[in-house]
């Protein structure tokens, strides 16, 4: 819940029928398969998080060395700081000015799914701490990969699997090694490329935007703002007085 809501009526796997209030943070657990019922007397504002089975047995197998664990919902009411911080995050992400980064987005899903299975099955086992950043090879091997692949839609676990890791302590290992998260490592490489084409001038701004991996002209023109301070017209104008 990202605001509280009053009398919320709602069964889960049964025909009971709680009604509790929500606060700021109540976390709702719905596993695949199971029924639920939710009614509401008011607006409500919330946001769903949907992670299928396949993807949330593939991080157990991976994070925790868990196959086949079962989320087990908590009781009606509970607030969950963590899930919240994380919701918040991707509900920023999805309602910004500009365009939702995949890559962003697929690591807090990431994140989201692992907490859930740290603190939400009856399996529950600590994942091992990642300390460190990625080894020498790992690390020359996501280098190499994002540089041939950087243009086209890049999610996490393909990303971890170049690396050999898990998914999880990709994100972690990655930003201690590049010091930038993966998806910002991956705007940098996008806007290094269309500077560098604005520079030649042999392309109007909208290829530009679409050759280094941006869904629009507007997309490009805003992101070069928000990380370097200018827009594409002034990194043409840039380059003819160098």
């Known amino acids: 819940m990202l605001r509280p809501a009053r009398k919320l009526r709602a069964s889960l796997g049964s025909d009971r029928t709680t009604q509790y209030d929500a606060p700021v943070g109540c976390l ?30 593939e991080l157990a197998a991976h994070e925790l060395d868990l196959p086949g664990v079962e989320l087990e919902p ?41 907490h859930l299975l740290r603190t939400y099955t009856g399996r529950n086992r600590q994942a091992v701490s990642s300390k460190g950043g990625l080894s020498a090879v790992g690390a020359r091997r996501v280098r190499e990969y994002l540089d041939q692949n ?25 930003a ?3 010091g930038m ?8 490489l996008r806007l290094d490329l269309a500077e560098k084409l604005l520079a030649g001038g042999e392309f109007p701004i909208a290829e530009i935007a679409y050759l280094a991996g941006f869904s629009d002209q507007s997309h490009l023109a805003a992101t070069m703002k928000k ?10 104008n840039a380059s003819l007085k160098t």
């Open 74 to 114: 908590p009781a009606f009411g509970t607030v969950d700081l963590r899930a919240l911080n994380i919701a918040q995050m991707i509900t920023a992400e999805l309602t910004g000015r500009l365009p939702p980064n995949e890559l962003y987005l697929d690591s807090l899903l990431t994140v989201f799914g692992v």
């Open 150 to 174: 950087f243009v086209r839609k890049v999610m996490v676990a393909e990303l971890a699997s170049v690396a050999g890791v898990s998914p999880n302590h990709f994100i972690a290992r990655f």
């Open 176 to 178: 201690r090694t590049f």
């Open 28 to 57: 709702v657990i719905n596993p695949a398969g199971v029924d639920s019922r939710l009614a509401w007397s008011q607006t409500r504002e919330n946001a769903v998080v949907s992670i299928s089975p396949e993807a949330l047995s």
């Open 227 to 236: 990380y370097r301070g200018r827009t594409p017209g002034e990194a043409g």
């Open 181 to 188: 998260p993966p998806h910002r490592y991956l705007i940098n």
